[in-house]
C-alpha cells in the first residue's frame, strides 16, 4: 500500500496517479538543450558556408567525439545552392581532407569547447559509412531546410558521423547543434 501525498494547503486534493504510474501534473518544462546550455555552457553552434563538394556523394562535414561524455546532436540546418539530398551517417575510419571547424558557445558567458574532431571540406577521405542515420532533402536551391530530432543522435567516445551531399554542384552552407550530454 502506498502514502497519500496532499498540496499542502488543507483542501485534501492529493496527487492523481494514472494506470502506469505517472503523476497528473501540470508544468512549465524547459527542453533538455536549453538547460544545459543554462546549466552548464555545453551546446554549440556549428556552422559552415558554401562548401563546394569535389563529386557527387562527398562527405563535407565529420564530427568525432574525443570526450568521455556523449555528444548529442539536436538538429541541422542545411541550404544548398542546387536541389540535392543530404545523408547524415554513422562512419567510420579516420578523416582526411578537412579543416577544423570553431564550435561557436550558444551562452555567451561561457568558454567551455566540445571535446571533439570536427572538420569541414569539399571532400573528406578515409571514411566508411556504416549506416545513414538521416536523409535530407533540398529541392529548391538557397532555401533553408531544418531537421530536428527529439531523440538527438547520441555520439559516444570514439564514434563519428559525417554528412554526404549526393550533388557535387551543390554547395552546402548550414549549421549543426551539438550538446554535451550531463
Known amino acids: ?22 503523476a497528473r501534473t501540470f508544468a512549465i518544462t524547459e527542453t533538455e538543450d536549453k538547460h544545459i546550455n543554462t546549466a552548464n555552457g555545453k ?3 556549428v556552422p559552415f558556408t558554401a562548401l563546394n563538394p569535389t563529386g557527387n556523394n562527398d562527405y563535407v562535414v565529420y564530427i568525432k567525439n574525443t570526450g568521455s561524455k556523449n555528444l548529442n546532436i539536436t538538429d541541422f540546418r542545411f541550404a544548398s545552392s542546387a536541389a540535392t539530398q543530404i545523408q547524415i551517417n554513422s ?3 579516420t578523416a582526411s581532407g578537412g579543416s577544423s571547424i570553431t564550435p561557436i558557445v550558444r ?3 561561457s568558454n567551455e569547447t566540445p571535446s571533439a574532431t570536427i572538420e569541414s571540406g569539399t571532400n573528406i577521405t578515409g571514411l566508411t559509412s556504416s549506416g545513414t542515420i538521416f536523409f535530407m532533402n533540398c529541392p529548391v536551391a538557397d532555401t533553408l531546410y531544418h531537421l530536428s530530432t527529439t531523440s538527438n543522435i547520441i555520439i559516444p567516445k570514439g564514434k563519428a558521423i559525417g554528412v554526404l551531399i549526393e550533388t557535387g554542384t551543390a554547395n552546402l552552407t548550414g549549421v549543426i547543434s551539438i550538446a554535451e550530454a550531463e
Open 43 to 45: 551546446l554549440w553552434s
Open 107 to 109: 551562452n555567451l558567458g
Open 91 to 93: 562512419v567510420t575510419g
Open 1 to 22: 500500500m502506498g502514502f497519500v501525498i496532499e498540496n499542502g494547503r488543507g483542501d485534501g486534493n492529493t496527487l492523481e496517479i494514472d494506470s502506469e504510474g505517472r
